[in-house]
C-alpha cells in the first residue's frame, strides 16, 4: 500500500512552454502533499507544500506564478512549471501524507524535466 | 538556520563489510529523522525513521541511531552487498516545522563484490 505515482516519468519542453507534472496517491487519500526539485548530486529542496482544497505554501525563493500547485482533490496534485527556461530542468518529486499529523510522507518515482 | 549535512559523499566498498553513514543536524529540537535510499533517477524509499524519543531503530541489516545532544544521527549497513548501491539521504524535521524535511546531500555508495 501507500502508492505515490507520477506523470509523466520524464518531459522535454521548449524553452518558452508550459509543462504539468501529476502526482497522485494510488491507495489512499493524501490531505497533504509536497512538491520537492532535485539538481545532479544535490539534495531534495522542499518547494511548497499542498493541502487539498487551498492555497500552496511556498518555500521561500520559490517564485508562485512560476511553479503553480493545484491540489483539487485527495488523490491529485499538479505542478504547473510556466514558461519554462533551461535552468527549470531538474527532478522533481511529489511526496504525499496521508493525515494530518503522521510522520510518514510517501514519495513518487519522480519526473525528469528537460528544458531546450 | 537548520541544515543537515551527511558524510562522506562518496563511499566505496568490498562487498562484504559493515560501514557507518554520517547525519548531522544543526537544530537540536528534532521532531524526527528519516534514512532514504534512492536508486539513480528514481524517487525515494524509506529506510528508518527514529522519532525523537527513540535512540535507535533497526530493520533487518540496517541500524539507525539518534543522539540529539550531539546532533548527529548514523545508518549502520551490517554485511554489505552489491544491491545495496545507491544514494543514501537523510532528512529531518523540527519542532514546530514537522511538516518540512530537510535533507542532506546524500552519501554515494558503491558495493563492489
Known amino acids: 500500500g501507500a502508492v505515490v505515482s507520477q506523470h509523466p516519468s520524464w518531459v522535454i519542453c521548449k524553452s518558452g512552454t508550459s509543462v504539468k507534472i501529476e502526482c497522485r496517491s494510488l491507495?489512499?487519500?493524501?490531505?497533504?502533499m509536497f512538491w520537492y526539485r532535485q539538481f545532479p548530486k544535490q539534495s531534495l529542496m522542499l518547494m511548497a507544500t499542498?493541502?487539498?482544497?487551498?492555497?500552496?505554501?511556498?518555500e521561500q525563493g520559490v517564485e508562485k506564478d512560476k511553479f503553480l500547485i493545484n491540489h483539487a482533490s485527495l488523490t491529485l496534485s499538479t505542478l504547473t512549471v510556466t514558461s519554462a527556461h533551461p535552468e527549470d530542468s531538474s527532478f522533481y518529486i511529489c511526496?504525499?501524507?496521508?493525515?494530518?499529523?503522521?510522520?510518514?510522507?510517501?514519495f513518487g518515482p519522480g519526473t525528469r524535466l528537460t528544458v531546450l | 538556520k537548520q541544515e543537515v549535512t551527511q558524510i562522506p559523499a562518496a563511499l566505496s566498498v568490498p562487498e562484504g563489510e559493515n560501514l557507518v553513514l554520517n547525519c548531522s543536524f544543526t537544530?537540536?529540537?528534532?521532531?524526527?529523522l528519516q534514512w532514504f535510499r534512492q536508486d539513480p533517477g528514481k524517487g525515494l524509499t524509506s529506510l528508518l525513521l527514529?522519532?525523537?524519543?527513540?535512540r535507535e531503530q533497526t530493520s533487518g541489516r540496517l541500524n539507525a541511531s539518534l543522539d540529539k545532544s550531539s546532533g548527529r544521527s548514523t545508518l549502520y549497513i551490517a554485511a554489505s552487498q552489491p544491491g545495496d548501491s545507491a544514494t543514501y539521504l537523510c532528512?529531518?524535521?523540527?519542532?514546530?516545522?514537522?511538516?518540512?524535511?530537510?535533507f542532506g546531500a546524500g552519501t554515494r555508495l558503491a558495493v563492489h563484490p
Open positions: 499542498s493541502n487539498e482544497g487551498s492555497k500552496a505554501t511556498y
Open positions: 511526496s504525499a501524507r496521508q493525515g494530518a499529523r503522521t510522520d510518514t510522507q510517501y
Open positions: 537544530d537540536s529540537a528534532i521532531y524526527n
Open positions: 491507495d489512499f487519500q493524501a490531505t497533504t
Open positions: 527514529i522519532q525523537s524519543s527513540q
Open positions: 532528512a529531518a524535521s523540527f519542532s514546530g516545522g514537522y511538516n518540512k524535511l530537510i
